[in-house]
């Protein structure tokens, strides 16, 4: 009862007009990013958050959140429709979604996209409701050695499912860390790499940081291609809602997809890329027709549409009982809870219920927004797939830029934001992923204290890091993860996971 | 590829052993009492191991000369020159944004990125640039009440 109790304050809170309009704002924002190939929801959210920085806590949250799940939904527009994934979870969508376009079922494909990611949206809220209280009560127990180890386990994990080479994304976790640690020291107050620079005291905004890594970087890498005009498939988009037929398919589809991806959304590293890819081969395996996947199955759109949706509500558990964020979208959502003094954790709950239940309101009532946007919207979205690319980016641009500059109303934000970009540019071009290093980066100073404080409490001895029971299970499995890469059927299998530039 | 994956890999290392030297300079303390440079002691060092590692591996598998043949596709077969000159021109806006004020900087940009960068019909380039600047504007220094520079003329 305290539950439903603690959900009904939170609707409260959501249906204030400021945080309704965040609600709405987020989810329209980010079915547009996710529409618009070019750019995604990482770079979208961190091009807004110093938008949210005057707003409440729970208002940012809710606006940022609504980007995130938004873009979920708006992805698999372009997937069907141009067979372009607006974002990397829709991927998978584009082999069965084009296909049935193609078959002029575009409109089945949008419809049960659109329905299949609502009930799994919604599901994967009702799991949020249940596991994020009992995993709260029990991170009570933790200490500086649990979050260390935790830490180190979900670092470890993050890099293991990234893909791409490990050692490069080990190298990019280790700069993060450094780059996260610049500043003033906490313990002794020191300034540890400012150069004279006074805004360096409070260390590299996380604004800047993921602006210029994911902001900026993703306009260099299309502007140096040649921005040819895309040709979207011309096809009267009529009939978006499924028939029985369609639903007798599809729902089995949707409720599995809905269960693994809510639980592959909790696994740091896991998320809506990998929900969307297992959910498609788990039902090409179950499938009686398995050679109708390819050629416009509708299992094929509603079993991956339904698991990335789902990762999502499974993907707030970690970051909001225990502060660690599975993923980089998840980390920018810590980063932007951290701006305004809220630090999620075991007592989050407790402390800034407000926050937790009316984000998980906000969520019901986004998922029926979206319901409403995508469907009876779709002729727009489809007009705005033809937007050039060259009319966008200076409005991108600018945007970062005066972003980046409201922060702290200073240039040098812009400075570091630009040099940020740059390098974002110059490892996608060598292959180096970002996501490894903003996770690091965030959790740096939670990884430096953690570190410091537990080396200090156990008298400098490592062992303090196995000799309790949770602490040590995390240790145990991080060096299980790193001693698996030297398996080769295991590295095997991690090479088969695609590269994220692949995906995108 | 290869002889990129070399040049990243030193450029990392160097990034590494300047990271560790420094932490160390700044005090990495004992293990009782772990100092302020203890944590870019320990990261930069793990970055120079696996950096060396990366290099290390660059030269196993096929040959240089084979590699070689291939064409230089991460520059040569891309619009490169573009970044370049857009990064100029941003770093141009950050340089001179608090002494030609937000709406004439921000005016210039729009103007360098659609007529320059990727030339755009006016019609479009001036409807564009002036709804967005119009358009943040209103989001940045009207609703948000952040204060955007007003440089030397005063607006």
């Known amino acids: ?504 | 590829m290869k002889k990129h994956q070399q040049v990243s890999s030193i450029f990392w290392m160097l990034v590494g052993v300047y990271f560790t030297i420094s932490g160390y300079r700044l005090g990495i303390g004992s293990l009782h009492k772990p100092g302020p440079g203890l944590i870019f002691f320990l990261a930069a060092l793990l970055l120079t191991i696996l950096s060396i590692i990366n290099l290390v591996g660059t030269f196993r598998g096929k040959s240089v000369a084979e590699e070689d043949k291939k064409k230089d596709s991460l520059w040569s077969s891309v619009r490169w020159q573009k970044v370049v000159i857009v990064l100029g021109g941003l770093l141009a806006y950050a340089c001179f944004l608090n002494i030609l004020g937000f709406l004439l900087s921000t005016s210039l940009l729009m103007f360098f990125l659609y007529k320059v960068v990727e030339p755009t019909g006016w019609l479009v380039a001036g409807v564009s640039s002036i709804t967005t600047i119009l358009f943040s504007y209103l989001i940045f220094e009207v609703w948000l009440k952040v204060s955007l520079p007003v440089g030397f003329l005063g607006f």
């Open chain 1, 1 to 504: 009862m305290d539950v439903i109790h603690q959900l009904i304050s939170g609707f409260y809170v959501v249906c204030e007009p400021t945080n309704l309009l965040a609600c709405f704002v987020g989810v329209f924002i980010g079915t547009l990013i996710g529409v618009l190939p070019g750019i995604g929801p990482v770079g979208a959210m961190s091009i807004l958050l110093p938008a949210t920085l005057k707003a409440s806590p729970i208002t940012s949250l809710i606006l940022l959140a609504g980007i995130y799940y938004g873009a979920m939904y708006g992805g698999s527009t372009t997937s069907i429709l141009v067979n372009i994934p607006g974002e990397a979870a829709s991927v998978v969508t584009c082999l069965d979604g084009y296909q049935m376009a193609r078959q002029g079922r575009a409109g089945r494909a949008l419809g049960i996209s659109a329905f299949g990611s609502f009930i799994a949206g919604t599901l994967s809220i009702f799991g949020l409701m249940l596991l994020a209280p009992l995993l709260a009560s029990m991170a009570l127990q933790f200490g500086p050695p649990e979050y260390f180890s935790l830490i180190c386990l979900g670092l470890t994990l993050l890099i293991y499912m990234a893909s791409g080479s490990i050692i490069r994304a080990f190298m990019m976790a280790a700069f993060g860390i450094i780059t996260g640690c610049i500043g003033q020291d906490p313990h002794t107050g020191s300034s540890r790499f400012v150069f004279g620079i006074p805004d360096l005291l409070d260390g590299i905004g996380l604004a800047p940081f993921v602006m210029g890594l994911f902001g900026i970087s993703e306009v260099f890498m299309n502007i140096e291609q040649q921005l040819t005009k895309r040709s979207i498939f011309n096809t009267k988009i009529k009939g978006l809602l499924p028939d029985r037929q369609d639903w007798k398919d599809s729902i089995m589809p949707i409720l599995r997809g809905s269960v693994l991806g809510f639980f592959l959304g909790i696994l740091p590293g896991g998320g809506a890329v990998l929900s969307s890819f297992t959910s498609y081969a788990v039902e090409k395996k179950i499938s009686k027709h398995p050679e109708k996947f390819g050629k416009g199955a509708i299992e094929g759109v509603a079993g991956p549409e339904s698991a990335n949706n789902s990762a999502t509500g499974g993907a707030f558990i970690p970051m909001l009982t225990l502060g660690i964020p599975p993923n980089v979208t998840m980390a920018l959502l810590l980063g932007a809870l951290m701006i305004h003094g809220v630090t999620p954790g075991p007592l989050f709950m407790r402390d800034h219920s407000q926050v937790f239940w009316g984000l998980v309101s906000s969520m019901y009532l986004g998922n029926v927004m979206l319901l409403v946007l995508n469907l009876p919207l779709i002729g727009l979205w489809v007009k705005v797939l033809k937007i050039p690319y060259k009319i966008l980016f200076p409005l991108i641009l600018l945007f970062c830029l005066i972003g980046a500059y409201t922060i702290n109303n200073s240039t040098v934000d812009i400075i570091l934001m630009l040099i940020f970009g740059v390098l974002g540019y110059l490892m996608r071009k060598y292959k180096f992923e970002g996501s490894p290093m903003v996770l690091a980066f965030i959790l740096g100073r939670m990884f430096e204290n953690s570190l410091r404080q537990s080396l200090i409490m156990s008298d400098g001895s490592f062992l303090i890091f196995f000799t309790r029971p949770i602490a040590a299970g995390g240790m145990t499995l991080t060096i299980l993860m790193l001693l698996s890469h030297v398996i080769p059927a295991l590295r095997k299998k991690r090479k088969a996971i695609p590269l994220e530039e692949e995906r995108t």
